[in-house]
């Protein structure tokens, strides 16, 4: 199987054709080196390519599980394999591995997944465009002159790109929604405490943070969830695993939804007017199959909400920069980390145990809030970008001249939608039901209830069904024979 064969399908697929034989996992593997190869000098979004680990994972015999022999990429944050390269896309983690698999990379293993490298990140993940100075940009496959957005935006354009069909991706403030929305991908921020985070920590960003994956279908979404969430034993608190199959769900019609819808963002960043006509075509979508859609939003204090975010990223930078100062005896500096996030250590290093308790407190009065606000309300719809993707270099997190707090709310001007849902620990999905002028993808986002991905899951599958997507690909031959300038 060629790379142009391989990368029409989606991993389900894929993994059809391994166990009904038609198709080897070696094969596979292959056809995947050949688009990294073909792609990744106009794209670059792969680090770490592992010809020798791929195979050794294969020889050792793979498990039976939903995915077994699919191609698969690791972001390099987080999802932690054992000897494999994980520099959080920085030159302050460079030379960095870890010594054993964490909790949710041994999950991703055996639903059968054959790990072939690790995806680009902006660095320590803190950026809504994927370009980091150890890296150089990451280029959105459908016109590589944009960004990928961030902070998976090495996971969204390999995937997009057809490099695999299924990548890790983590969400700290909407960084599995946002690219996915920019590459026409399925990107699902998990209910928090649905993914294990385990050995190391019970939570990523205290609970902002959630792991996951993103996809071209939503089957493999739900697929992937039915094998890796669940009980985390030794951890703080997780969701429990439910008794039914998330792949059963997104076969079911749903029953007729309430649906919430808003063009506004919370903080009130401006929305460009393609991505407002998508949502209203949105909304006219799933009203014609059933459904109830009323214009609503919950109020908060976005202010107080955008200011509790910084205070506890600080904090966690902080934490991991103390961590590798130690681990590699280097001293952070203006030297080895971008702007943005020494400006953000340096705010850490000012805060104070009282004003980081207070973020909590914010946290907990917005998601009492917007908790009230869907006893109304099945789910919440809104754009899950404000803007069309910016051209490389404009959300540049090495500009000395933006302080920390100018820095996230550049940030959230530009991707103002989803970081409510990281503070509620809510699920949220992004769909790629819109088109711009020029071709590129729209994203929708919808949110659910705490704990309630089934609903997210049948409407998803519905509207994937009533406006299908899969098929819808950039064009990879622009990029097999023309590379981009600048």
Known sequence: MNFNEYSKFDATDLASLVKAGEVSPKELVQAAFEGIEKLNPVINAVVSVLPKESNQEIEAGLPDGPFTGVPFLIKESSAQAKGIPVQLGSRFGQGMSTLQDTNLMARFRRTGLVTVGTSTTPEFAFNFSTESVLYGPTRNPWNPNLSSGGSSGGACAAVAAGIVPIAHANDGAGSIRQPAAVNGLVGLKPTRGRIPNGPHRPEILNGLGNEFAVTRTVRDAAALLDSIGGADPGARNWVEKPAFLYLNEMKKRPKKLR?????????????????KQALYKTVQLCEDLGHELVEASPVINAEQQLLATLRIWSANLGHSMEKIKAGLNRIPSTKNLEASNWAIYQYGQNMTAYELLEA????????????????????????????????????????????????????????????LFNTTGQPAISLPLGWSSKGLPIGMQFAARFGDEATLFQLAGQLEEAQPWKDRKPNLKQFQHKMVEG
Do not use: H
């Open 360 to 419: 909590f407190e914010i946290n907990n009065s917005v998601s009492r809030t917007v908790g009230q606000f869907f006893t109304e309300y099945d789910l919440l719809l809104t754009p899950a970008i404000a803007q069309l993707p910016w051209p490389i270099g404009k959300l540049n997190a090495n500009d000395p001249s933006l302080d920390a707090e100018q820095w996230i709310e550049r940030m959230m001007a530009y991707s103002p939608f989803t970081n």
């Open 259 to 275: 649906i919430a819808w808003t063009d506004k963002p919370w903080n009130n960043a401006p929305v460009e007017e393609e991505c």
